[in-house]
């Protein structure tokens, strides 16, 4: 256990419905970051806040995807109108930004199926 | 081509055999991180390196910067030590990790 947790850790869901997950980092770390990893790849990164701050977004961030640090601690990812070639995993890290090389925490990841 | 690619992409040792999986990348760097993933998706940090080598336990790390270019090494390896294996580097201006496509080790008794 990194300190890192995500809720749910499994979501199956119908095309075209919405998805919300949750992930807390671990509490002193200002940094949190999303990336989602399909099934036999890497993980790719999505997006990345300092604090509440979202500072980066990847072009795979389309617009049905959206995510929040709305009090700079939890964090939220919110994918709408899910389609098929959203099923992955998707994985929270979390780091002190004190320095540039800070490590990243990863949580156990939520495991997004849509049918 | 994959800004980080790692060899080879499948392993399957006996125990007791040193294993090595090597990381290239093309991008430049400010870190590198060997990270172990089992199946389920937990990742867990192993090394992170800017220089030089580190050792934990029976397992070492070394890079090479001007070569661009990382190993992992495990030594007597285990069937424990069965995992998908990632090299991810950070670029200098950025705090976001890219990630190669992992090693799978399986490593039988």
């Known amino acids: 256990d990194t300190g890192v947790s995500q809720d749910p850790r499994h979501k199956i869901t119908k095309r075209g419905q919405n998805v919300t997950f949750r992930c807390d980092p671990i509490s002193e770390h200002n940094r949190l970051y999303w990336y989602r990893q399909t099934l036999g790849q890497g993980p790719e990164f999505l997006t990345y806040f300092q604090n509440e701050a979202q500072l980066e977004k990847s072009r795979l961030l389309s617009d049905r995807f959206s995510a929040e640090r709305p009090k700079g601690s939890f964090s939220t990812l919110e994918i709408q109108r899910t389609e098929q070639g959203d099923s992955a995993m998707y994985l929270c890290?979390?780091?002190?930004?004190?320095?540039?090389?800070?490590?990243?925490?990863f949580g156990p990841g939520t495991r997004l199926t849509v049918l | 081509k994959n800004e980080v690619e790692q060899s080879p992409q499948n392993l399957t040792a006996q125990e007791g055999e040193f294993i090595t999986i090597n990381c290239s990348y093309s991008v430049g760097i400010s870190a590198l991180h060997w990270l172990q993933q089992h199946p389920g998706g937990g990742i867990v940090s192993l090394f992170m390196?800017?220089?030089g080598k580190k050792k934990h336990g029976r397992l070492i790390a070394t890079i090479n910067i001007q070569e661009k270019h990382s190993s992992l090494h495990i030594t007597a390896s285990h069937p424990r030590d069965s995992a998908v294996y990632i090299c991810a580097v950070r670029g200098g201006a950025t705090n976001k990790l890219i990630f190669g496509t992992g090693t799978l080790l399986a490593v039988q008794p």
């Open positions: 390196l800017s220089s």
């Open positions: 890290a979390s780091s002190l930004g004190l320095v540039m090389n800070n490590e990243q925490f």
